[in-house]
Protein backbone atom coordinates (compact mmCIF):
# COMPACT_ATOMS: atom_id res chain seq x y z
CA UNK A 1 0.00 0.00 0.00
CA UNK A 2 2.77 2.17 0.50
CA UNK A 3 4.16 2.03 -2.87
CA UNK A 4 0.82 3.09 -4.40
CA UNK A 5 0.03 5.96 -2.01
CA UNK A 6 3.02 7.64 -2.65
CA UNK A 7 2.63 7.01 -6.37
CA UNK A 8 -0.86 8.91 -6.23
CA UNK A 9 0.65 11.76 -4.68
CA UNK A 10 3.35 12.13 -6.84
CA UNK A 11 0.43 12.04 -9.88
CA UNK A 12 -1.55 14.56 -7.51
CA UNK A 13 1.28 16.75 -6.99
CA UNK A 14 1.82 17.12 -10.95
CA UNK A 15 -1.71 17.60 -11.64
CA UNK A 16 -1.97 19.75 -8.72
CA UNK A 17 1.15 21.92 -9.84
CA UNK A 18 0.33 21.64 -13.58
CA UNK A 19 -3.45 23.09 -13.28
CA UNK A 20 -2.90 25.85 -10.96
CA UNK A 21 0.33 26.79 -12.75
CA UNK A 22 -2.22 27.22 -15.83
CA UNK A 23 -4.78 29.28 -13.70
CA UNK A 24 -1.66 31.68 -12.85
CA UNK A 25 -0.52 31.80 -16.27
CA UNK A 26 -3.91 33.02 -17.47
CA UNK A 27 -4.62 35.49 -14.97
CA UNK A 28 -1.30 37.07 -15.12
CA UNK A 29 -1.04 36.95 -19.10
CA UNK A 30 -4.87 36.86 -19.82
CA UNK A 31 -5.24 40.93 -21.07
CA UNK A 32 -1.53 40.36 -23.27
CA UNK A 33 -3.41 37.07 -24.51
CA UNK A 34 -6.40 39.28 -25.57
CA UNK A 35 -9.38 37.01 -23.46
CA UNK A 36 -11.65 38.56 -22.16
CA UNK A 37 -12.43 38.65 -18.25
CA UNK A 38 -15.31 36.84 -18.00
CA UNK A 39 -13.82 33.65 -20.32
CA UNK A 40 -10.72 34.05 -18.35
CA UNK A 41 -12.77 33.96 -14.89
CA UNK A 42 -14.47 30.25 -16.29
CA UNK A 43 -10.97 29.37 -17.38
CA UNK A 44 -9.51 29.55 -14.08
CA UNK A 45 -12.73 28.28 -11.92
CA UNK A 46 -12.56 25.28 -14.37
CA UNK A 47 -8.64 24.34 -13.74
CA UNK A 48 -9.88 25.17 -10.23
CA UNK A 49 -12.46 22.43 -10.74
CA UNK A 50 -10.16 19.88 -12.31
CA UNK A 51 -7.31 19.99 -9.60
CA UNK A 52 -10.70 19.55 -6.85
CA UNK A 53 -11.47 16.65 -9.02
CA UNK A 54 -8.07 15.34 -8.80
CA UNK A 55 -7.78 15.68 -5.33
CA UNK A 56 -11.03 14.18 -4.75
CA UNK A 57 -10.09 10.88 -6.87
CA UNK A 58 -6.76 10.75 -5.24
CA UNK A 59 -8.29 11.31 -1.82
CA UNK A 60 -10.65 8.24 -2.77
CA UNK A 61 -8.17 5.92 -3.85
CA UNK A 62 -5.88 6.57 -0.44
CA UNK A 63 -8.93 6.00 1.44
CA UNK A 64 -9.51 2.85 -0.64
CA UNK A 65 -6.23 1.30 -0.24
CA UNK A 66 -6.67 1.80 4.03
CA UNK A 67 -9.69 -0.09 3.69
CA UNK A 68 -8.26 -2.56 1.41
CA UNK A 69 -5.64 -2.83 4.26
CA UNK A 70 -7.61 -3.07 6.80
CA UNK A 71 -9.09 -5.54 4.73
CA UNK A 72 -6.17 -7.75 4.30
CA UNK A 73 -5.03 -7.17 8.11
CA UNK A 74 -8.50 -8.71 9.17
CA UNK A 75 -8.22 -11.98 7.19
CA UNK A 76 -4.17 -12.43 7.92
CA UNK A 77 -4.66 -12.21 11.89
CA UNK A 78 -7.96 -14.78 11.33
CA UNK A 79 -4.94 -16.76 9.41
CA UNK A 80 -2.51 -16.71 12.71
CA UNK A 81 -4.95 -17.41 14.74
CA UNK A 82 -5.60 -20.49 12.90
CA UNK A 83 -1.88 -21.18 12.21
CA UNK A 84 -0.35 -20.02 15.29
CA UNK A 85 -2.43 -19.35 18.46
CA UNK A 86 -5.35 -17.40 18.73
CA UNK A 87 -4.70 -13.21 19.62
CA UNK A 88 -1.30 -14.08 18.07
CA UNK A 89 -1.95 -10.84 16.56
CA UNK A 90 -3.89 -7.72 16.82
CA UNK A 91 -6.48 -6.44 14.53
CA UNK A 92 -5.87 -3.18 13.54
CA UNK A 93 -8.13 -0.37 15.01
CA UNK A 94 -9.82 2.07 13.23
CA UNK A 95 -9.73 4.70 16.41
CA UNK A 96 -5.61 4.49 15.71
CA UNK A 97 -6.37 6.90 12.29
CA UNK A 98 -4.05 9.78 13.59
CA UNK A 99 -1.02 7.45 13.59
CA UNK A 100 -1.66 6.41 10.08
CA UNK A 101 0.45 8.53 7.95
CA UNK A 102 -2.42 8.33 4.95
CA UNK A 103 -4.58 10.55 7.09
CA UNK A 104 -2.15 13.30 6.61
CA UNK A 105 -1.31 12.94 3.01
CA UNK A 106 -5.89 12.88 2.79
CA UNK A 107 -5.29 16.03 4.95
CA UNK A 108 -2.54 18.00 2.95
CA UNK A 109 -4.40 17.25 -0.37
CA UNK A 110 -7.88 18.77 1.54
CA UNK A 111 -6.25 21.18 2.80
CA UNK A 112 -4.03 22.56 -0.14
CA UNK A 113 -7.03 22.13 -2.25
CA UNK A 114 -9.26 24.39 0.15
CA UNK A 115 -6.42 27.04 0.44
CA UNK A 116 -6.71 26.87 -3.76
CA UNK A 117 -10.16 27.34 -3.65
CA UNK A 118 -9.90 30.26 -0.63
CA UNK A 119 -7.51 32.18 -2.80
CA UNK A 120 -8.64 31.57 -6.41
CA UNK A 121 -12.09 32.72 -5.00
CA UNK A 122 -11.28 35.86 -2.62
CA UNK A 123 -8.12 36.87 -4.37
CA UNK A 124 -7.50 35.66 -7.97
CA UNK A 125 -10.73 36.37 -9.37
CA UNK A 126 -11.97 39.67 -7.74
CA UNK A 127 -8.87 41.26 -8.98
CA UNK A 128 -9.69 40.29 -12.60
CA UNK A 129 -11.22 43.45 -13.72
Known amino acids: MNE ?10 AIATTTIGAALA ?10 PTAIARRGI ?4 WLETI ?9 F ?14 ELT ?8 RKAPRVRNFFR ?14 AAMWFYGTNLIIPNMI
Open 26 to 35: LFVWYKRWHI
Open 54 to 62: AACFTALLI
Open 64 to 77: IGILAWLDYRREEC
Open 100 to 113: WYETYIIFFIAAST
Open 4 to 13: NVYKFLAIYQ
Open 81 to 88: DEAVYTGF
Open 45 to 48: LGLM
